[in-house]
């Protein structure tokens, strides 16, 4: 079975502020991990994914996480925030090899970028 | 244009309504997926199929049932509406390694 937590439901940096976005993952599988941006009134666009490669991965926008299998981990970061990064992420994973391709999310955590 | 297409984008109806939600897609993806969005709760999964004659129940398909009619083509049904069917509905494909997954923009639905 296959859970992810995001921890805060709403972060709040500024503009320019590094910003940290945790996610924590359950899997009895090797699994594959996304994170997904949805930005007011859109669908999700996929930010990055790691699938056992390098556990360093870079995405779209300047956004990175790392994968720590030791500490189930995969947490979204970007050294300096800009305000049209304000939206809702969402962290998912799902087995490996795509594990029938279902993806279990979290439940999403909501960035606000002050100026 | 958009390759996952969703149709309506919002729709209001009311409690006992049967309705359908469509989505297509031009990415020539074998997987495709129904989700539902609710605030605080993230995206579940409501059915998901592997190819036109593979379907499969999510996590909440309860309420719901779906049709493959073509590799392009989802549709999502509501036979008998309730309120708290209200949510915001997705759409996503897949190729068929599983990942990633392409979303579309999504359909508001409101039941009254």
């Known amino acids: 079975a296959q859970s992810v937590t995001q921890l805060g439901s709403h972060v709040s940096v500024s503009e320019g502020a590094l910003v940290l976005l945790r996610c924590n993952y359950s899997?009895?599988?090797?699994?594959?991990l996304f994170w997904y941006v949805q930005y007011p009134n859109q669908g999700l666009q996929l930010l990055l994914k790691?699938?056992?490669?390098?556990?360093l991965v870079k995405g779209i926008n300047g956004f990175e996480a790392e994968f720590k299998k030791s500490e189930t981990s995969f947490h979204l970061t970007k050294p300096s925030a800009h305000m049209s990064d304000a939206a809702e992420y969402f962290c998912?994973?799902?087995?490996?090899?795509?594990?029938?391709?279902?993806?279990?999310f979290g439940k999403g955590t909501k960035l606000s970028v002050k100026p | 244009d958009a390759d996952v297409t969703q149709t309506p984008r919002n729709r209001i109806t009311k409690t006992g309504k049967r309705i359908m939600l469509e989505c297509s897609q031009t990415?020539?993806?074998?997987?495709m997926y129904w989700y539902r969005q609710d605030p605080g709760l993230g995206l579940r999964l409501i059915y998901y199929?592997?190819?036109?004659?593979?379907?499969n129940k999510g996590e909440i398909s309860d309420g719901y049932s779906v049709s493959r009619q073509a590799q392009a083509k989802f549709s999502l049904s509501l036979e008998s509406a309730i309120p708290n069917q209200t949510a915001l509905y997705f759409c996503?494909?897949?190729?068929?390694?599983?990942?990633?997954?392409?979303f579309g923009p999504g359909t508001r639905l409101t039941v009254t």
């Open positions: 996503a494909t897949s190729d068929r390694t599983g990942e990633p997954q392409y």
């Open positions: 899997s009895s599988v090797p699994p594959y």
């Open positions: 790691y699938t056992s490669a390098a556990t």
């Open positions: 998912a994973v799902s087995g490996y090899g795509g594990s029938q391709g279902n993806l279990i």
């Open positions: 990415k020539g993806h074998d997987r």
């Open positions: 199929s592997f190819d036109v004659k593979d379907i």
